[in-house]
């Protein structure tokens, strides 16, 4: 065991790369925060706000964080850690193509990711 450091990244984990384009299918991706070892920062006075904007073939679906006292939209794109950790579901549109998820972490560098969108 060791203890984290001061979050230095944000560590992105997506299910999966590629969604079928019904206008239902989803991806998950999950922003972790990490030092600059990559050891997870779970304390809460490290959490940090996440920007999330999705464009392209799909949409945002939700943003949660599972802090059961956050009242927050999970559709508004902005929410904050909760235990260093947030997840956003991506909905896939009616047409095949790109969807482009840029994340900005407060105080991080920003990061993007890239899924597919295919015909059903």
Do not use: C, K, W
């Amino acid at each position: 065991m060791r203890t984290a450091g001061a979050p230095a990244q944000a560590r992105l984990s997506l299910d999966r790369a590629t969604v079928r384009a019904n206008g239902q299918d989803l991806a998950y991706l999950t922003v972790d925060l990490t030092d600059a070892g990559g050891t997870p920062v779970y304390a809460q006075e490290a959490d940090r706000l996440v920007t999330v904007r999705v464009a392209g073939a799909g949409a945002l679906a939700g943003l949660g964080n599972g802090d059961p006292h956050d009242a927050g939209s999970f559709q508004s794109g902005q929410r904050r850690t909760f235990h260093g950790r947030a997840v956003l579901a991506i909905q896939a549109g009616t047409r095949a193509g790109a969807i482009t998820v840029d994340i900005d972490v407060a105080g991080l560098p920003a990061r993007r990711v890239t899924l597919d969108a295919t015909s059903p």
